[in-house]
């Protein structure tokens, strides 16, 4: 297998509803050669446990049988990924809880997602982010605003009724879609995601 770049990208799991978000996300890369690093907040394998079939540690084994694959612990404040000097082509925060939000929003880095995306900002690489929150308060917004002017994509988890889609997988893959496409990883969204006149 040749992989499509030398730099992965970076996924960070949070203890946002929309576990499947995040598996997706990770999934599509890794079947389509990428390399990926992931890591994840502690409350993330909590929100995991109720939502997923599978556990985060079964997930994390299937993932790692791909030969780009990469995982740190949350905790790990010496990866790679801590540093702006390793070389990513962006990172993702799939799904993103309101507290890694106003984290971030103030620079605020205790945990590894949180330094990564710090870095992601710094360095001025493409960072995504998938928040779940509803309803959305004055404070949320705010630091999605703050987020947003520093050129952040806040790619909110809203269904696009103008496509019909029928299923909960269906919405899924295109929030996933869209966040490649916001990443930059892709050109553009599949012709069946697209809306015609």
Known sequence: ??????DPVVIGITGASGSSLGYKTVQYLLENDYKVIVTNTSSARLVW???MDESFGEILEKWSEYKGFQY??????SA???????KTLGMAIVPCSMNTIASISQGITGDLVKRA?????KEDRPLVIVPRESPLNTI???????????GIKIIPVEP??????????EVTDFIVQRTLLA??????????????S
């Open 183 to 196: 990443l930059n990883l892709i050109d553009r969204l599949p012709d069946y995601m697209t809306y015609k």
């Open 160 to 169: 696009p009724f103008y496509l019909k889609f029928k299923t909960v997988d």
């Open 72 to 77: 740190f612990s949350g905790n790990d404040l």
């Open 1 to 6: 297998m040749v992989l499509k770049y030398e």
């Open 117 to 121: 995306a710090d870095v992601s900002i």
């Open 49 to 51: 446990k109720q939502e």
């Open 140 to 150: 949320h917004l705010e630091n999605m605003t703050k987020l947003s002017k520093l």
């Open 80 to 86: 790679s990924i801590a540093s702006g000097s390793f």
